[in-house]
């Protein structure tokens, strides 16, 4: 008389439950690596099919660059970029480049020096104004002493980065830019003149 095998017990089929979800999720784990392994070929394989040129720019190759090169620059525009600067008042401000020639797209740095002609402490502030008037809304400052006010000891020089892009949208037909700068004392905020003395009351 032969015994029949007991039914697994409770442990047991818990056990069994386990290792078969294990071996599901590593089947499944496998499957989902090798399809992420294979994507990026498929996506090149795709957009070369379709023509659509949407790869990163470390994996295009830019004859004569040494690495990657920013694709919004338009090497087949060049504009020039005059520098004026207007002082109203003692002291001296001019820029270290009258004029550069740039692409449309090229970030591009220029210096501005300021020097304080008085015998006192004085802050002052610059505010820019461009010619023709269409190249304002594609002249983008990406940093400009213009946005704040500075102070300035006396006899002190000062030297600040103007770094602009022009953008590529720039209406064909300008071809010149001109970026000018008034520099201007700011009332209020600087001590007295020396040998000025204030009347009764606080007036001068």
Not at 110 to 119: A, D, G, I, L, S
């Amino acid at each position: 008389m032969s015994l029949a095998p007991k039914p697994p017990g409770p442990l047991m089929r818990l056990r069994q439950a386990n290792l078969s979800m294990v071996g599901k999720l590593t089947v499944v784990t496998a499957v989902m690596f090798g399809f992420g392994y294979a994507m990026v070929p498929m996506y090149k394989h795709i957009c070369e099919a379709l023509g659509i040129n949407v790869l990163s720019l470390s994996e295009q190759q830019v004859p004569g660059a040494a690495g990657a090169r920013n694709t919004q620059v338009d090497l087949t525009r060049t504009i020039t970029v005059e520098f004026d600067a207007n002082a109203r008042g003692p002291w001296d401000f001019k820029p270290e480049l009258r004029t550069v020639r740039v692409h449309p797209g090229e970030v591009t740095t220029v210096v501005y020096e300021f020097r304080n002609r008085q015998p006192r402490t004085m802050a002052a502030q610059a505010i820019p104004s461009y010619a023709p008037k269409q190249a304002t809304a594609h002249f983008n400052k990406l940093e400009c002493f213009c946005f704040s006010e500075h102070t300035l000891a006396p006899g002190e020089t000062k030297r600040w980065p103007v770094v602009f892009v022009i953008d590529p949208k720039l209406p064909k037909d300008v071809q010149t830019i001109t970026l000018s700068y008034t520099f201007f004392e700011v009332g209020g905020k600087v001590p007295q003149a020396p040998g000025v003395a204030k009347a009764p009351g606080g007036s001068v």
